[in-house]
């Protein structure tokens, strides 16, 4: 069975960090490729950050500067470590896994940035 859990979402203040991760099932791992998008509603869902074989990173401009991305394979878990976060920041996280064989979503971990 395929698994991809997010987790570590919450309630935080303007200028907190949170640390988000995904953790994702053996049955899928290793991952060619992970990524973390964001979704507020009534907006598309985009991407924050993707990792590319464990290493290779690349950020959208949204939080560029503000996030990193990282995987620990022995864990199988991929993070997103924010800083910095502003109430813009707001919004639904998802990780997508992604294998030769298509790509898989996380149910998502809602983060709320409030004062």
């Known amino acids: 069975q395929v698994q991809v859990v997010e987790s570590g979402g919450g309630l935080v203040q303007p200028g907190d960090s949170l640390r988000l991760s995904c953790t994702v099932s053996?049955?899928?791992?290793?991952?060619?490729?992970a990524g973390w998008y964001r979704q507020t509603p009534g907006k598309q869902r985009e991407l924050v950050a993707r990792i590319y074989g464990g290493r290779t990173t690349d950020y959208s401009d949204s939080m560029k500067g503000r996030v990193t991305i990282s995987q620990d394979s022995a864990k199988r878990t991929v993070y997103l470590q924010m800083n910095s976060l502003k109430p813009e920041d707001t919004a639904t996280y998802y990780c997508?896994?992604?294998?030769?064989?298509?790509?898989?979503w996380g149910q998502g971990t809602q983060v709320t940035v409030s004062s």
């Open positions: 997508q896994a992604a294998i030769r064989g298509g790509n898989y």
């Open positions: 053996a049955s899928i791992y290793p991952l060619t490729a």
